[in-house]
């Protein structure tokens, strides 16, 4: 059963990881926008940085969970 669940999980995450990587791509592409504001490009870039924090944490998660299901 637990084996299930690591698969779940691990596919949730994966999932999730591609989300967030999806979207820090369209957060760079703002931030290098140069007609943008300032603020917008500010603001893109610091979301940016939070959306890569969030696909690094899923896709360690998602490994996690690949192991524990392998065993």
Avoid: F, P
């Avoid at 994966?14 to 603001?43: C, F, I, M, N, P």
Wanted: neutral net charge; proline residues 0%; without cysteine.
């Amino acid at each position: 059963m637990d084996t299930i669940k690591n698969a779940g999980n691990y596919l949730s995450e994966t999932v999730q990881g591609g989300a967030s990587g999806a979207s820090k791509e369209a957060h760079k592409q703002v931030a290098k926008d140069s007609q943008a504001s300032l603020s917008t490009r500010a603001t893109a870039a610091k979301d940016m940085v939070g959306d890569k924090i969030d696909e690094q944490k899923h896709n360690t998660s998602a490994d996690v969970h690949k192991e524990a299901a392998k065993h």
